[in-house]
């Protein structure tokens, strides 16, 4: 049997897709200089020139993105850092000053960007890694998404509290991992919720808050949404009604442009951009 790879025959769809690797590798060989990292990143967020760079490591980078050096690394978690995100110190202030980082680890941590101290930990805020974060700053609401399949609320009025987070409502109707999470609050006492899985299901949730001692959050599913085949990366709402969703398959990325309402269609638009795919749905 000949083992000269030359001799095989190869289908065209892989030379086509084999090709197109060999042509992006040469493209991009020459694009800027990228910052060389210890650990691989698992989540980034920027912010005022810098990045916050979730690391598998166990730590939370912040680097200058202008000259690539690191201005902190934040350390504490006994796992590989899977989500990031920030939330205000003073409600409404805009001024997020309060990390928040989830980890393979299980855990929660709140930090403190100004001192750079740990602020407090929620051990075992998941039965498995923490995937995903979604904060609702006028409702001081956190909510995050994990290998266990369950979305979990949690309060966060009081951010420079010491204790363990607490928790103020879940959702376990997903069957696989939850991935990503968006979502935009209505009023005081209610919001509208996406959770997306690694099967591609995305679900939209009418959230409420009810009048509890101490208050609650409870959630009705409004739709189920299947347009994606494979895992989701990214969720993001626009206030114009469409929710964006993204995608990675063979290298190229897929958005979906999604419009919920009762009855909708499918409409598919061609993308001046190669490899990309936008529906829209009514």
């Not at 065209?12 to 990292?37: D, M, S, V």
């Amino acid at each position: 049997m000949s083992t000269e790879t030359d001799n095989f025959i190869v289908a065209e769809a892989q030379l086509a897709i084999e090709q197109a690797r060999q042509a992006k590798a040469e493209r991009i060989k020459t694009f800027g200089e990228p910052i060389q990292l210890l650990g691989k990143a698992l989540a980034l967020e920027i912010r005022d020139g810098s990045a916050w760079i979730a690391e598998n490591t166990t730590v939370i980078r912040k680097l200058e993105l202008e000259s690539g050096k690191t201005l902190q690394l934040y350390k504490g978690h006994t796992g590989p850092v899977t989500s990031l995100t920030f939330c205000d110190r003073i409600p409404g202030s805009g001024d997020g000053e309060i990390l928040i980082s989830g980890s393979w680890d299980k855990s929660i941590k709140l930090w403190d960007t100004v001192t750079k101290e740990l602020i407090s930990s929620t051990p075992n805020a998941h039965a498995d890694f923490v995937k995903s974060f979604h904060v609702f700053p006028s409702l001081r609401l956190l909510v995050s998404g994990s290998s266990d399949k369950i979305v979990r609320f949690w309060d966060i009025s009081q951010p420079e509290n010491t204790g363990p987070l607490r928790s103020v409502g879940s959702i376990s109707a997903h069957t696989r991992p939850v991935e990503c999470l968006d979502g935009q609050a209505l009023s005081e006492h209610s919001a509208i919720l996406y959770t997306g899985d690694t099967m591609g299901v995305i679900k939209v949730w009418d959230m409420q808050k009810d009048n509890g001692t101490p208050p609650r959050w409870t959630t009705t599913l409004k739709d189920t949404i299947n347009h994606h085949r494979t895992r989701i990366n990214e969720l993001r709402y626009h206030q114009n009604g469409h929710l964006w969703t993204g995608r990675f398959a063979f290298s190229s990325l897929l958005l979906h442009r999604i419009l919920c309402s009762p009855g909708f269609s499918l409409l598919r638009r061609n993308c001046p951009r190669p490899g990309w795919e936008i529906t829209e749905s009514r």
